[in-house]
């Protein structure tokens, strides 16, 4: 898939050592509930068990070709129905302030209803975590509250998780402004 800016293709084991010097920094992993990663072999795992999964995309800027994050639709945990998934997203930390997440994002969702043809996309994101707020403030989905203590993290912090979902009436709503690079 691609947006004006930037290409989003299934991860390839090449990517290990580019994706390990984005995901060794704590503030990116850390803000989604993983840990930095600490090897390139790590890394490789991770796109072997991980990655390799359906809907997991790795996004690149089309100007320099470099890995700059990963967008995804993934199942819903806190779901029993599998015609909602749950939107995730991370950008390297010298790429943000850019609009790549929101630009990557966008173009995940029109995918999601328009060809996979989702009844509903939801998204979580921690309390704490603002920057991932505003990304999903921009894509128009609804709040539907927060489940307090929802997320142990790695590190035994106890999170808040604030739960937002687009269902297909909503997607109808803001699809113009989806399709608006
Ligand atoms: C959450 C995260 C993806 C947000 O990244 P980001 O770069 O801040 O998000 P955006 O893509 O929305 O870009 C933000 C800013 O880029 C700026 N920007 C610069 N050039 C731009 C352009 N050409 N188009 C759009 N925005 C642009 C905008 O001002 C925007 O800020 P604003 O909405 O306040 O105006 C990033 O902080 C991250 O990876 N965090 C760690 C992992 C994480 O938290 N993942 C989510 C788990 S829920």
New binding site residues.
């Given amino acids: 898939m691609e947006t004006k800016?930037l290409v989003l293709r299934p991860f390839q084991i090449e990517d290990a050592k580019q994706l390990y010097e984005l995901a060794k920094d704590i503030?990116?992993?850390?803000?989604?509930?993983w840990p930095p990663h600490k090897s390139v072999e790590e890394s490789r795992k991770i796109i072997e068990t991980v990655f390799c999964q359906d809907d997991q995309y790795a996004i690149f800027l089309k100007e320099t070709n470099e890995l700059i994050?990963a967008v995804g639709l993934s199942p819903d945990t806190k779901r029993l129905n599998p015609c909602i998934k749950s939107l995730?997203?991370?950008?390297?930390?010298k790429?943000?302030?850019?609009?790549?997440?929101?630009?990557?994002?966008k173009r995940v969702l029109i995918y999601a209803f328009e060809e996979k043809k989702l009844n509903g996309v939801s998204?979580?994101?921690?309390s704490i975590?603002e920057?991932?707020k505003?990304?999903?403030s921009?894509l128009g989905f609804v709040y539907e509250g927060t489940l307090r203590y929802a997320s142990r993290r790695y590190d035994g912090v106890e999170l808040d998780d604030v739960e937002y979902l687009m269902d297909k009436e909503r997607y109808e709503k803001v699809k113009d402004d989806l399709w608006r690079e």
């Fill in positions: 800016r503030n990116v992993g850390t803000n989604a509930g994050g995730g997203y991370w950008i390297g930390q790429f943000w302030g850019n609009g790549y997440a929101t630009e990557a994002s998204v979580v994101h921690f975590n920057k991932s505003n990304v999903i921009k």
